[in-house]
């Protein structure tokens, strides 16, 4: 991507503020402009059965949803949302709907009659995906906007005329292949696929548009929504952003992944409505869109952070890793390391490694070191009088420190710097960021002594103060290993994992860090905390720890118990490191997200399901109810099989 990385993207990156967009009204309600971030989703029943789809959307209404949305795949559903809206207005619920068109714009052109707001996606709204790589000239991909132009302009007309609002969104799975020959698998393509929907609306003069930059992999979806923000900024209308990562899967997993992608974009301001996309039923979003929302209600009072007054020394659209000089396993090449906290305790013994991924065997007197096994722990004034696992290493305050293998200290920054009480093979300094203007003083020691700072803010805006403190690293060409530290107090388990989730993946997603420290006072476990920690590095794509589902929420397309299979899925092949496995209830970003798995699973019919070794299908039609072996059977036949201990 060659977009300039001073293009600006958000109204500041050191003061907190709402990126101002055009108010769209869908229905009686406001999105952008000065309303609230509104909270969304998805119905999973049948749009057909208008009993079931009426009362999951009052479930989804009473969890706090301001905005339901129904699938319509043919122009029979699109006919039965106007049963559908007047039931909701006979029991009182005017909340608006959305039509979620693909493939098929009569049914769209009929929705639009019915309900308040028409999304379309701009990869399969005229167009194909059969990964093939097409050659246009400038001429012939000009012929191919007004078939475009010709197809969707009685849509816009008709919204135009009916007072309806639209959703262009855009899918990373779903990108045609006109736009893959013509810009690639890029956040690029995604933001240039979009852009042509808006310009077929604005030359006919209707702007009542919001829009979607979706992808199943944070790093892709934050860069492409920052894009888009960049290009609207530049073409003088900005329109409502809907934020959210597609597939983001259930559990802990989905939520982490939801808020690393849709947090990191909060912290700059971007987004105007929001929706989870989890693996569950549709009413239990709702509470995490609203957590990952209200933290910004009050964002704008925080402590004033330094300005920017250089170029950035890194780019907002792409992803590059800061450069650093390793010490032992941190920094430069080394996956970012994971710090716990047992500082409460009194006396650490092998018992308390346990929930950090070491196993003791007493009978062998041998270490069991997990997948998902900790890198250092840090334990106040206490050093372990046992045999530590060869992969551990104990950090401990500089005042009890005592040169012994595996244990090393941590100082107080100006401690530090008088300090005759070092270690030769690695020291922690801890730094707060509002010491931006201090850190020249550490160009020289860093040369001299084996160092790693640990990083931490006391802003409410801690994420941007700390990534301008890594900008000024960057700046003065101090090339030190960084460990990111927060500490979250009195939070509920799921609170807590969206917070932690967002502050570390705003950073990681910008290459800006080399490990992350997790403190808590009052919340969490350290067996949580280890795996939400592992759960971050896993979205942002830094450290690969375990098996990734990149797994749609059902909706009334899914053709198979998405839940039920997910879970089914999972239990065989959960201890496959490192691999991806896409399960798609339909087909509609089925073939693009298996692009970014290894392997996938694609409902195709009532029953059947299609297999695939990345974006190839394999298997046709498999019986659903011998899919997950075949899928087993698959993953050996490709040598990824690894039998679970």
Known sequence: MSENKNQKYCNSLTRYSRLKTREVMVGGIGFGGDNPIRLQSMTTTDTMDTTSSVAQAIRM??????LVRYTAPSIKEAENLKLIRHELNQLGHTTPLVADIHFTPNAAEEAAHHVEKI?????????????????????????ELKRIRDKFTPLVLLCKAKKRAMRIGTNH????????????????????????????????????????????????????????????????????????????????????????????????????????????????EIPVAKKLAERYTNRAFHFDIAPITFDLPYNPFEYNRRKTKPVLN???????????????????????????GYIYNIVDDKWTIKDQAVDYVYTGT?????????????????????????VYPIFDFEDYLVSEKRSKNLNFVRIAATDVTDIHR????????????????????????????FMELMRLGIEVPVIIQNTYKNLDNETFQLYSATDFGALLLDGMGDGIFICTVNCSTPQLTASTAFGILQATRTRISKTEYISCPSCGRT?????????????????????????????????????????????????????YKEKTVVRKNVSENEAVDALINLIKEYGDWVEEN
């Open 61 to 66: 209404i009473e969890a706090g949803c301001e």
């Open 119 to 143: 999304r379309v996606n701009p990869g399969n709204y005229a167009d194909k995906k059969k990964f093939e790589t097409l050659d246009y000239t400038d001429e012939s991909y000009a012929a």
């Open 173 to 284: 799975g779903s990108l045609s292949d006109r736009i893959m020959s013509r810009y690639g698998d890029s956040p690029l393509g995604m933001v240039e696929s979009a852009l042509e929907f808006v310009q077929i609306c604005e030359d006919n003069a209707y702007f009542d548009l919001i829009i979607s930059m979706k992808s199943s992999n944070p790093q892709v979806m934050v860069q492409a929504y920052r894009l888009l923000a960049a290009k609207m900024l530049e073409r003088g209308r900005v329109y409502p952003l809907h934020l959210g990562v597609t597939e983001a899967g259930e559990g802990e997993d989905g939520r982490i992944k939801s808020a690393v992608g849709i947090g990191t974009l909060l912290e700059d301001g971007i987004g105007d409505t929001i929706r989870v996309s989890l693996t569950e039923e549709p009413e239990f």
């Open 330 to 356: 941190i920094g430069e090449h080394h996956v970012p390391v994971i710090v716990s906290d047992l500082s409460n305790l009194e006396t650490v013994k092998p018992v308390n490694l346990f929930a950090l």
């Open 382 to 406: 206490t050093i372990p009088d046992f045999e530590l696992p060869g992969t551990l290493g104990i950090i401990c305050e500089s005042r009890a420190w005592k040169e012994k293998n595996q």
């Open 442 to 469: 550490l160009k020289s020691t860093f040369s001299e002594h084996p160092m790693v700072l640990v990083l931490r803010s006391d802003n409410n805006h801690g994420a941007v103060e700390m990534r301008r403190f």
């Open 559 to 611: 053709l198979f118990d998405l839940q039920e299979t997910t879970a089914k899925i999972r239990a065989k092949t959960n201890h496959l490191k490192g691999l991806k496995i896409g399960i798609m209830g339909c087909i509609v970003n089925g073939p693009g997200e298996m692009a970014d798995a290894d392997y996938g699973y694609v409902g195709v019919g009532k029953g059947k399901i299609n297999l």
